[in-house]
């Protein structure tokens, strides 16, 4: 019994003295607190502390991170948090496979094969057009971080199915994938609260978020992060309840919320972003049958009624909102017309000058990497008047338009990895949607519609691959995931979690 006390009060000393050292430690690094070697330290420290809660739920997390607009920016690069959550659930998944045999990842060969071709092509791109570069490692090349996002992006794919998601907790991990892109909203309100709150752009990057809100024009302010908020919201909304859920008048509420969160959208001043919300609605209404329904004529009046009221106030509206219904046939104020089309004109002159370039990268793509002194001079060149600003653009491959960031970029091999996958994930969503497991028929049926029209989205509206790949992999990684693979017409009835490699 002595033993067993001093055995106690020892090993209690040996933790209290190491607290205490690793305190005085802390104390002395916070007098530099911005210091990269201080919020290293901090970072592994509460990276410890939270190791169990990692080892745990490390799935959730990277599922909850996947849409965060939250950015560590005490880490090189700055990389965003889904990034970091990526590598770590997949760590984790790895070694949990290596030591526990009867673990293992939900095999789709049918999409795996897509995406380790596609992650062949960007390395062999790389490799060939000078690297994978990353100013922020003090590296000679620019441009490297988006072949992270994408090389991240296959990789989160594989952390997603690495187990799968029981039906009960089905709804609340859904949830969590859609609203966590709420955050965007976060570096709006900071900017709108004043100089007091602009600490929260070091976690809450700015973007387009703040730079809508300078459109040269002071009365022109755009609220891009609210609509990136409402289109989060907008999703949730649709994948919880279904049209037919929206729509129950037993619960008017949601409707109202609906409505509102539409009107909400629009002060981003995007016209892409009602056109998007309005084709996903229309697909989502085919796909739950409602086009011989009762609810046809409802959605049909509805519109009229909307369009009745729009029309006379339309030009009384705030500048973003009219700038957002431009493309409509309504009278809207010049200047938010002549905004719009702007950039419309702006992008159709500089995709007229790269699609002379495409045949120069079909066989060999012309890869992210960027000489830092053919940036500083075209910058320079733009900042003076010299060249235009799709100049900027192009030399950093920011071309607004998905089939040449694919084209250009990766070429002919790269534009049809990403076809494969495109075709591989339609069957995959599809056939999640027919033979799914009813409890999950809702959140099926919103997955299919979300991936069919992010296709239609890419391919026509707007596009970048090097950040859209993440949307196309976490549909289909959290598809699989909820239903344990792919379902077939034989698994209707049995256990919806079962593995399926039957593709």
């Known amino acids: 019994m002595p033993i067993m006390f001093h055995s106690l009060v020892g090993g209690r000393l040996l933790i ?26 901090v970072a592994v420290v509460c990276g410890i502390i939270c190791l169990p809660l990692l080892i745990r739920w490390h799935h959730f997390f990277l599922i909850l991170s996947w849409n965060a607009t939250f950015t560590l920016f005490f880490l090189p690069g700055q990389p965003s948090l889904s990034m970091v959550m990526t590598l770590i659930s997949f760590g984790f998944a790895l070694l949990d496979y290596c030591v526990n045999k009867k673990k293992h990842f939900i095999s789709v060969p049918a999409i795996t094969w897509p995406l380790v071709f596609l992650a062949l092509v960007i390395l062999a791109t790389a490799k060939l057009t000078g690297g994978i570069g990353l100013h922020s490692l003090g590296s000679g090349v620019y441009g490297g971080r ?22 009960e907790r089905a709804l609340k991990t859904a949830s969590a994938y859609f609203l966590s892109g709420t955050t965007g909203v976060v570096s709006n309100i900071a900017y709108l609260l004043g100089p007091g709150f602009y600490f929260l752009f070091y976690l809450f990057p700015t ?92 959605i049909i009046l509805a519109g009229v009624l909307l369009g009745a009221l729009l029309v006379p106030f339309a030009d009384k509206l705030p500048l973003a909102v009219q700038r957002s219904l431009s493309f409509l046939p309504i009278e809207v104020d010049p200047i938010a017309r002549q905004n719009a089309q702007a ?61 040449l960031t694919v084209l250009i970029p990766f070429g002919i091999a790269g534009a049809g990895g990403f076809l494969w996958l495109c075709l591989a ?50 549909t289909l990684g959290l598809s699989i995931a909820l239903n344990g693979g792919v379902r077939g017409r034989e698994q209707t009835k049995t256990n919806p979690n079962a593995p399926d490699q039957v593709v």
């Open 16 to 41: 209290l003295g190491i607290c205490s050292a690793l305190a005085v430690l802390l104390g002395y690094l916070i007098a530099t607190p911005l210091a990269f070697q201080t919020l290293a330290i």
């Open 146 to 167: 988006k072949y992270y996002f994408l090389l991240i992006a296959i990789l989160g794919y594989f952390a997603l199915t690495s187990q799968a998601i029981p039906v």
């Open 207 to 298: 973007g387009s978020t703040v730079s809508a809100m300078h459109t040269g024009l002071d009365y022109l302010i755009r609220f891009s992060g609210v609509s990136w908020a409402s289109i989060a919201v907008y999703y949730y909304m649709l994948m919880r309840y279904g049209i037919r859920g929206v729509m129950d008048f037993t619960a008017p509420g949601r409707f109202v919320v609906f409505l509102a969160i539409i009107g909400a959208s629009t002060l981003g001043g995007f016209r892409s972003v009602l056109l998007v919300m309005a084709t996903v609605f229309l697909v989502q209404f085919y796909f739950e049958g409602l086009f011989r329904s009762a609810y046809a004529p409802v």
């Open 343 to 403: 950039t419309l004109d702006w992008r159709l002159a500089m995709w007229r000058i790269l699609l002379k370039e495409v045949p120069k990268y079909l066989v060999v793509g012309k890869g992210y990497a960027i000489n830092p002194t053919d940036l500083y001079l075209t910058e320079e060149g733009v900042r003076r008047g010299f060249y235009d600003t799709t100049e900027q653009s192009m030399i950093s491959s920011d071309y607004h338009n998905g089939p």
């Open 425 to 474: 994930g339609l069957r995959v969503v599809s056939r999640n949607y027919r033979y799914g497991d009813p409890a999950l028929r809702n959140i099926n049926t919103f997955l299919m519609t979300l991936y069919c029209v992010r296709i239609v989205v890419f391919l026509t509206l707007y596009g970048d691959f090097s950040t859209d790949l993440a949307t196309f992999s976490g």
